[in-house]
């Protein structure tokens, strides 16, 4: 709808219109499900089902106003870009301030221009008695494309409307910016009303680890909700996993009918003869994990071609959270199952933590490290020399194992701690101030640098890979700020690697320091917030959700941070002349006490 969106002039002006026109909420509540648009990163996953938060949730529903035919061509133009936020109806009335209005259709799914706020300044650029061109101008944050995908791009942007005087003797919009027929200006305010942020899930190359896929959706009520992420779903993942991840939905699996039927708190999914050939098993846990977002719906039917379809080992009618065991962390949700917490002693082993204490594993050269990080088999211990400037390996895990240099830093450069994803692969990233390499060992393999890495000419100052070995996390150097940003990784036929793609999460730290994977939607960051005078804990949604500080107290200067599903964030810090190890005084709230009561440093989880 901007025509050539690149390109962007300075605005002319920061005075805002003041436009006669108005909508009416009729709901005033936007609870949990609400899209949040990040002001400086892309939304990749929205909520987690298992935390009660629902995208079926109250939202704020606006009523649009029709044009009046007293306006003259900038409340025109002010009313219509008003009324585009709201979907219902297909934009119906919207619609009525064109003078073709079946000539415009933005549809469920329409490109989004977001901006800040309302456009700025519109004003008529040239005129007559009965056509007028308006000039408007705005602060974009970023975009929607028609696949649902948010990508920060904040520019400003301008755009002209033609109006002319119909018959009747009131002005309408004979033509949109660039002859655009499908896109919207929409502010923050707009896609957070109209939006929500959802999930989508599909699997990694192991065919068995569903990956989260965040996109945009527009809600026009409830009743569609299960329709738009099914069909959203079958369309296939967006174009930042695309190639990362796979869906099992043969290629032109439809709905049939075009709905999803709802018979009390069941839906019934009946695809078309084209999902035969797919695999019931696979397509049943991507149904599962998306329709579990919905609090409507308990339990689900397979149908394809109007027959039912029961997966081995599966009722014909499956519940919501059925198919647990392909969650993207890795391990049943419900279970919380509690892993186990490494931290390099003080005394020079590597221990397990138990309460308090530090139970002392590896000890000799191998328990030094710094860094230790222990594989997901708990056979092999990687770490880096004092300086960072080596990548150790030594197993087994325990005794006093031998220890095996993999990697020497060239001068200048020193390597993030060690990575592991859970097929066994390590990861680390060489970096020096203007440059990094991703270094990558396959288990059995000797490492090798990743065939693609978009960070090449940045400096990167940690590096995680998510439990789901398809998404990765960084803390990366951008004009002098470290800056969080996420990544995906896609794995060729021939097993090279492609790792690039990396946008920021959330614009709200101004400095990070360390970070891990909490779980599949959380990243757990070292950081100071731009409220903070101080580096302190805080989670950070990778929707791109306003960040949470976790608890207050004395941390003395915060290090490493190592976080699991279901079990309590660590910090090692350096206080009063020795390292500790930190964590949450219980009850574990936003503003318990942190307490450190462990010698130690460094503290991580096998994943």
């Given at each position: 709808m901007t025509g050539d969106r690149r390109p962007a002039r300075r605005l002319q002006s920061r005075r805002r219109m003041r436009p006669a026109v108005a909508v009416a909420a009729v709901l005033v509540l936007c609870a949990a499900g609400c899209a949040n648009v990040p002001t400086g990163g892309q939304v990749v996953t929205g909520k987690p089902a298992e935390k009660a938060e629902r995208v079926d949730d109250p939202y704020v529903r606006l009523i649009p106003v029709s044009p009046q035919p007293d306006w003259g061509p900038t409340q025109l133009v002010s009313g219509f870009l008003t009324a585009s936020a709201s979907f219902d109806d297909g934009h119906k009335v919207a619609k009525e301030y064109l003078s073709t209005p079946n000539a415009w259709d933005p549809g469920l799914r329409p490109y989004v221009d977001v901006l800040s706020s309302r456009t700025v300044d519109p004003h008529v650029d040239q005129t007559s008695a009965n056509q007028a061109t308006v000039h408007v101008t705005g602060d974009q944050l970023g975009t929607i494309d028609s696949d649902g995908q948010y990508t920060a791009a904040p520019k400003s942007v301008e755009a002209d409307f033609q109006l002319a005087k119909t018959q009747q003797g009131v002005w309408r919009i004979t033509g949109l910016p660039g002859n655009d027929k499908a896109g919207l200006f929409l502010t923050k305010d707009d896609v957070e009303r109209a939006m929500r942020t959802v999930n989508l899930y599909f699997f990694a190359p192991d065919e068995h680890t569903l990956v989260p896929n965040g996109i945009f959706l527009p809600v026009v009520d409830r009743e569609t909700l299960p329709t738009q992420l099914v069909q959203a779903l079958l369309s296939g993942p967006t174009s930042w996993l695309n190639g990362a991840v796979?869906?099992?939905?043969?290629?032109?699996?439809?709905?049939?009918?075009?709905?999803?039927?709802?018979?009390?708190?069941?839906?019934?999914?009946?695809?078309?003869?084209?999902?035969?050939?797919?695999?019931?098993?696979?397509?049943?846990?991507?149904?599962?994990?998306?329709?579990?977002?919905?609090?409507?719906?308990?339990?689900?039917?397979?149908?394809?071609?109007?027959?039912?379809?029961?997966?081995?080992?599966?009722?014909?009618?499956?519940?919501?959270?059925?198919?647990?065991?392909?969650?993207?962390?890795?391990?049943?949700?419900?279970?919380?199952?509690?892993?186990?917490?490494?931290?390099?002693?003080?005394?020079?082993?590597?221990?397990?933590?138990?309460?308090?204490?530090?139970?002392?594993?590896?000890?000799?050269?191998?328990?030094?490290?710094?860094?230790?990080?222990?594989?997901?088999?708990?056979?092999?211990?990687?770490?880096?020399?004092?300086?960072?400037?080596?990548?150790?390996?030594?197993?087994?895990?325990?005794?006093?194992?031998?220890?095996?240099?993999?990697?020497?830093?060239?001068?200048?450069?020193?390597?993030?701690?060690?990575?592991?994803?859970?097929?066994?692969?390590?990861?680390?990233?060489?970096?020096?101030?203007?440059?990094?390499?991703?270094?990558?060992?396959?288990?059995?393999?000797?490492?090798?640098?990743?065939?693609?890495?978009?960070?090449?000419?940045?400096?990167?100052?940690?590096?995680?890979?998510?439990?789901?070995?398809?998404?990765?996390?960084?803390?990366?150097?951008?004009?002098?700020?470290?800056?969080?940003?996420?990544?995906?990784?896609?794995?060729?036929?021939?097993?090279?690697?492609?790792?690039?793609?990396?946008?920021?999460?959330?614009?709200?730290?101004?400095?990070?320091?360390?970070?891990?994977?909490?779980?599949?939607?959380?990243?757990?960051?070292?950081?100071?917030?731009?409220?903070?005078?101080?580096?302190?804990?805080?989670?950070?949604?990778?929707?791109?959700?306003?960040?949470?500080?976790?608890?207050?107290?004395?941390?003395?200067?915060?290090?490493?941070?190592?976080?699991?599903?279901?079990?309590?964030?660590?910090?090692?810090?350096?206080?009063?002349?020795?390292?500790?190890?930190?964590?949450?005084?219980?009850?574990?709230?936003?503003?318990?006490?942190?307490?450190?009561?462990?010698?130690?440093?460094?503290?991580?989880?096998?994943?």
């Open positions: 796979q869906s099992a939905f043969p290629k032109g699996t439809r709905l049939r009918g075009g709905s999803v039927r709802i018979d009390k708190d069941v839906a019934i999914v009946d695809l078309s003869q084209d999902a035969r050939g797919g695999n019931v098993e696979r397509m049943s846990a991507q149904l599962s994990w998306t329709l579990r977002q919905l609090s409507e719906i308990k339990r689900w039917r397979l149908e394809i071609d109007g027959e039912t379809v029961t997966p081995q080992g599966s009722d014909a009618t499956q519940s919501v959270h059925s198919w647990d065991g392909n969650s993207p962390d890795g391990q049943d949700p419900d279970e919380q199952v509690r892993q186990t917490a490494y931290v390099a002693g003080t005394a020079g082993f590597l221990g397990t933590l138990q309460g308090d204490r530090a139970q002392p594993v590896v000890t000799g050269a191998a328990g030094r490290l710094s860094h230790p990080a222990v594989s997901p088999n708990y056979q092999e211990l990687a770490g880096l020399s004092t300086d960072g400037t080596q990548l150790v390996t030594a197993g087994p895990v325990a005794g006093s194992p031998a220890l095996h240099v993999l990697l020497n830093a060239h001068k200048g450069a020193r390597f993030t701690a060690p990575s592991w994803s859970r097929d066994g692969t390590l990861w680390t990233v060489e970096s020096t101030r203007k440059a990094s390499w991703l270094w990558v060992r396959r288990p059995g393999k000797a490492p090798v640098k990743a065939g693609h890495w978009g960070l090449g000419g940045r400096q990167v100052l940690a590096f995680r890979v998510a439990r789901d070995g398809v998404r990765t996390a960084v803390i990366v150097a951008i004009d002098g700020r470290p800056e969080v940003q996420m990544g995906r990784i896609a794995t060729a036929p021939d097993g090279s690697l492609d790792v690039g793609s990396f946008l920021p999460v959330s614009s709200e730290l101004q400095d990070a320091v360390d970070l891990t994977w909490r779980d599949y939607d959380t990243l757990a960051v070292l950081g100071r917030a731009k409220r903070d005078s101080q580096t302190l804990p805080y989670l950070m949604p990778v929707s791109g959700s306003a960040i949470t500080s976790l608890g207050v107290g004395a941390l003395g200067e915060p290090r490493t941070i190592a976080a699991a599903p279901g079990s309590p964030v660590l910090i090692g810090t350096w206080s009063s002349g020795k390292d500790q190890v930190c964590r949450q005084r219980p009850p574990v709230t936003s503003y318990s006490q942190w307490i450190c009561p462990t010698a130690a440093r460094d503290p991580s989880y096998a994943h």
